[in-house]
């Protein structure tokens, strides 16, 4: 069995801003997977889904970014599963819009949600980078990754999270090269190939508190 988290913050305030993109992605596999019905559980909203013939629980913490790890480590201890099989699906500044790259461990860029479960569950668990670019000054990222995503964004965020739901029999089966191969592919097929076309380049920088 795996747990599958999206971060984000809860509410409708909050639903279209590009902070929230993990959410998004739980939507889409949620969508894609023979599933239960979404509900209240682990400080959280939580789900069970199918994906081909593997388990796997869905979990949107509702703690607010900052405390997503207490969801997160109570959803662990429940269901008994090892960290290096819970998969976090976060937003990335430091990726072009509509990359991806798979990692585990390492720093956690200043994010808050990635730095609470790190506290509170360890930090050796594989992160889904999910690319935003950056707004390109560093005093605007707060308002950028808290704003939603604009009209013209909403194509590559869509065909991204489809193609994630998509691929992920290849992701919980460790293939993490042929997942994001696959997603790129699938990207570059529905037109949303390079950071040109998707219109924000990235820039390195970390996520502030």
Excluded at 94 to 123: E, F, Q, W, Y
Aim: hydrophobic share 40%.
């Amino acid at each position: 069995m795996h747990l599958l988290v999206g971060l984000g913050n809860p509410g409708p305030r909050y639903a279209g801003n590009r902070h929230n993109i993990g959410f998004m992605a739980l939507d889409a596999l949620h969508r894609r997977w023979r599933r239960l019905p979404w509900r209240a559980r682990f400080q959280g909203e939580a789900s069970e889904i199918t994906i081909g013939t593997d388990r796997a629980i869905l979990l949107k913490p509702t703690t607010f970014m900052n405390e997503s790890g207490r969801a997160v480590g109570e959803a662990m201890r429940f269901y008994k599963i090892p960290l290096d099989r819970v998969l976090v699906f976060h937003d990335e500044l430091d990726l072009p819009p509509g990359k991806l790259r798979v990692k585990t461990g390492g720093g956690n860029a200043g994010h808050n949600g990635l730095r609470s479960i790190t506290a509170h569950c360890g930090n050796e668990y594989p992160r889904l980078r999910l690319g935003i670019g950056h707004p390109g000054d560093k005093a605007l990222v707060h308002a950028y990754v808290l704003n939603d995503f604009a009209k013209a964004e909403e194509g590559w965020v869509d065909s991204l999270c489809r193609a994630m739901a998509e691929e992920a029999p290849r992701l919980l089966a460790g293939d993490a090269a042929g997942f994001q191969s696959k997603v790129h592919l699938a990207m570059e097929a529905a037109g949303h190939g390079s950071p040109e076309t998707l219109g924000r380049p990235a820039k390195k920088t970390g996520l502030p508190d």
